[in-house]
């Protein structure tokens, strides 16, 4: 992962320059955006939460899902986070 790229072009490696050196393709590329991450911290937010359709969100996502090496769970409407609805807690408990 490259971090903070394109911060200061004069005096860093560029992707390829950097792939060639250490003979691995980085798997993201995360842009410097003084801005958002500033507007995330001085609001206590983390950077999805500040910017839920930044283009840098959705690249974090998506090394989140190639890290862990599933995909992302998604909730249906109305069912709270880590624990299941009633009805599927009974028949859980039925099936045993």
């Given amino acids: 992962m490259l ?8 005096t860093q490696l560029s992707p390829k320059d950097f792939e060639e050196t250490v003979t691995l393709a980085p798997a993201l590329a995360l842009p410097f ?4 991450f500033g507007q995330a911290a001085n609001n206590g937010q983390m950077v999805g939460e500040a910017a839920k359709n930044h283009k840098a969100v959705e690249q974090i996502k998506a090394f989140a899902v190639l890290l862990l ?10 069912a709270k986070a880590g624990k299941p609805a009633f009805g599927q807690r009974l028949l859980g408990w039925l099936k045993r």
């Fill in 69 to 78: 090496g599933r995909a992302p769970v998604t909730r249906k409407a109305g």
């Fill in 3 to 10: 971090n903070r790229f394109e911060a200061s072009r004069r």
């Fill in 33 to 36: 955006d003084a801005a958002l």
